[in-house]
């Protein structure tokens, strides 16, 4: 199995454009998870997905965010529009069973100008 | 706020020595994880360790676990250059939400 992939591996972009990173899981994971990565917050949990169903969006900042996930190998993150302070690195990660080991993608790397 | 602290926030040490990094967690937890993520790449799982256990063996690495005291420790033993990577412990409760700390940075020096 190729693992857990995303794409792009860099966005940058210019404040006020959409942006939209995407995940494809292990085939046979359950779960799906959206992380973002900075300096100063660490890794957050962003929002999560059983069998492509939307489970807990709290950690999704603003309205500005949203996710989907149509079908068990593709899970998309949208950002519209960008802005400066959403610049981080993005990680899904998928798993079988929740949360006894989640297995990261590379990443996307964000910066928003 | 993340709920995992690590300590040190950095470690320097020379090849062949032992490594020792604390977690410290504030709620209750099902389990607490272990990963290591390597510059510019995702992270990837190295132990669990479930709230009823005290310590867990995985080659090279010693995991303990003290529930009293919400605290974790990992070992890594016979340091490598390789282990040089950011380690991150991960607390899990019982609402599918994995929490992680902001992680030690860990240097071996050939």
């Known amino acids: 199995d190729a693992g857990v992939i995303q794409s792009p591996r860099h966005e940058v972009t210019e404040m006020g454009q959409e942006v939209t990173l995407r995940c494809k899981p292990i085939?046979?994971?359950?779960?799906l998870f959206w992380y973002r990565q900075t300096m100063m917050r660490g890794l957050e949990l962003l929002i999560y997905f059983n069998n492509n169903v939307p489970i807990d969006d709290s950690g999704m900042p603003e309205d500005r965010f949203s996710a989907k996930m149509p079908n068990a190998s593709f899970s998309t993150l949208k950002i519209q529009p960008s802005e400066p302070r959403d610049s981080a690195v993005y990680f899904c990660?998928?798993?079988?069973?929740?949360?006894?080991?989640?297995?990261f993608g590379s990443g996307t790397q964000l910066s928003v100008l | 706020s993340q709920q995992g602290e690590e300590d040190p926030q950095a470690l320097s040490i020379q090849e062949g020595e032992n490594a020792t990094m604390n977690c410290s967690y504030k709620?209750?937890?099902?389990?607490l994880q272990w990963y290591r993520q390597n510059s510019g790449r995702g992270l990837v799982h190295l132990i669990l360790i479930r709230s009823n256990e005290r310590e867990k063996h995985s080659g090279r690495l010693r995991v303990t676990l003290d529930t009293s005291k919400k605290s974790s420790s990992l070992l890594i033993t016979a340091s490598r250059a390789a282990d040089t990577a950011s380690y991150f412990c991960?607390?899990?409760?019982?609402?599918?939400?994995?929490?992680f700390g902001k992680g030690t940075l860990l240097t071996v020096n050939p």
């Open positions: 990660a998928s798993s079988w069973d929740g949360i006894e080991k989640l297995f």
């Open positions: 709620t209750s937890i099902n389990n």
């Open positions: 991960a607390s899990g409760g019982s609402n599918y939400k994995l929490t």
């Open positions: 085939s046979g994971h359950d779960y």
